[in-house]
């Protein structure tokens, strides 16, 4: 159970920080477009360089980030392999809630 418990705290943290980082590349980037408009020439393309920059910077959080979520990945992966007629109990239940609360709704 505490491997368990562990595992969903490593995934919530990593979701925050992926929220965290995305909301951050958002409003820089919404920044340096706001700060565009009225550029031309030189001012145009270190503008042009800062946007290539953090975009740079993006793909390479999410890749770290990526590499951090893989233990959870396979420790998800594991737990399925391990228990497959828990798997398919727990996904059939999902799916007859899911089914009867759409069923209400009609």
Request: overall charge neutral.
């Amino acid at each position: 159970m505490a491997r368990k418990n562990g595992a969903q705290s490593n995934s919530d943290q990593i979701k925050d920080q992926v929220f965290s980082e995305l909301q951050a590349l958002i409003e820089e980037s919404e920044k340096l477009l706001s700060d565009s408009a009225a550029l031309v020439g030189e001012e145009a393309e270190t503008l042009r360089a800062q946007i290539g920059q953090k975009l740079s910077q993006a793909r390479q959080a999410t890749t770290r980030l990526g590499q951090r979520a893989q233990p959870v990945v396979d420790a998800t992966q594991e737990y399925i392999g391990g228990h497959p007629w828990q798997t398919v109990a727990i996904s059939a239940g999902f799916g007859l809630v899911v089914g009867l609360l759409l069923g209400r709704r009609q």
